[in-house]
């Protein structure tokens, strides 16, 4: 289980990007993230990928402490960060080479068919398409099997039908391990189709402003449905919540 307590950062700016941030995620849980621009949605993926120290608080996955990278710990950006001098099978198998070749290979094979690029592991970064990259970042991340995996906005660079493909294999990808998943997205669909909670983040200084579980059954692990009249429901709770920043943003320039 993946504890945050009590979490804080304030940016040597003087910036209150997190402050006193509690939650609780279950093994195998896939919880989403959503809040306006700068409510601290990235500041708290990185501290719980240990890239970033906490000002305040405390990170425990299954009661371990986490201060620096974590084994246990995977992450996925906006963009692939493929290395580009590596083949796409080598990129899958960048963070298993302690792993015996047999296994690894088996590994990789398994994370290419998944991401419907079987038989194409020799091709180069340069050959992919955007949606494509994505794949194999995710496949990369998925590979090693990390007890939690942290994704911070990862389809937001893609069109919408490339969108809904990589939410398809991300699902076919999280079965083989079913790791917990906190998922930052500005995409309330996104965050109705893919989490089982979603935590709405308020700003200044970044919090946790609501928390919605999405009890609509679905068969895991594919996507759900969205503009069900649950989902829709489920997404005007979350806009209210969302608007008041709205509205305190819009304020000043009202006055004006
Ligand atoms: N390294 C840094 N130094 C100083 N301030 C920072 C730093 N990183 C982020 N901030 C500030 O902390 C706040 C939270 O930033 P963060 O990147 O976590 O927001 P976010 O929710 O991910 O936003 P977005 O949706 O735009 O990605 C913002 O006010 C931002 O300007
Ligand atoms: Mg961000």
Redesign the pocket.
Known sequence: MLRLDGLSRT???G?Q??AHLTLDVGAGEIVAIV??????????L?LVAGLDRPSGGRIELDGEAITAPHPGVGIVFQEPRLLAWLTVAQNIGFGIAHLPRAEREARIATALERIGLAGHGGRWPRELSGGQAQRVALARALVARPRVLLL??PFSALDAFTRADLQEHLMALWEDSRPTLLL?T?DIDEALALADRIVV?R?HP?RIGTMLSVPTARPRPQPRPTGTPEAEALKRQILNVLRPARQQMALPAAAE
Do not use: F, I, N
């Open positions: 940016y040597p700016t910036t990007a997190l809040g306006g621009s700068g409510c601290g949605k990235s500041t708290l990185r911070d906005e930052v500005h983040m700003p970044g």
